[in-house]
Nanobody
Framework: QVQLVESGGGFVQPGGSLKLSCAAS??????????MGWYRQAPGKQRDLVAT???????NYADSVKGRFTISRDNAKNTVYLQMNSLKPEDTAVYYC???????????????WGQGTQVTVSS
């Protein structure tokens, strides 16, 4: 089982910045992570993709965050980061970390989610 622990959410004024972190750890087997990403869910809305990064550092962003958010990954630490700049009130949501991969022998896939961290952008 792979666990994801997020940190870095909080309250910020419009135009401000926050950096989210998500660390993956496994309790029962050594794992390979193929991709990690961030999704967000605002009240009453579905969970949407924010950004993803593969093990080869290929990135993908939602159009609404391009140019403002940057996703990065430390493969050695199994950690993914989301640097959020020029934040807007519409960025307010619970942000969830996601990781997909397999066990070391590539026989057991996983799709893990963090518990979520609240980001609130308001004046």
């Amino acid at each position: 089982q792979v666990q994801l622990v997020e940190s870095g959410g909080g309250f910020v004024q419009p135009g401000g910045s926050l950096k989210l972190s998500c660390a993956a750890s496994g309790s029962t087997f050594t794992f390979r992570i193929n991709a990690m990403g961030w999704y967000r869910q605002a009240p009453g809305k579905q969970r949407d993709l924010v950004a993803t990064v593969t093990s080869g550092d290929r990135t993908n962003y939602a159009d609404s965050v391009k140019g403002r958010f940057t996703i990065s990954r430390d493969n050695a630490k199994n950690t993914v980061y989301l640097q959020m700049n020029s934040l807007k009130p519409e960025d307010t949501a619970v942000y969830y970390c996601n990781a997909v991969g397999t066990n070391w022998f590539r026989t057991l896939p996983f799709d893990a989610w963090g518990q979520g961290t609240q980001v609130t952008v308001s004046s």
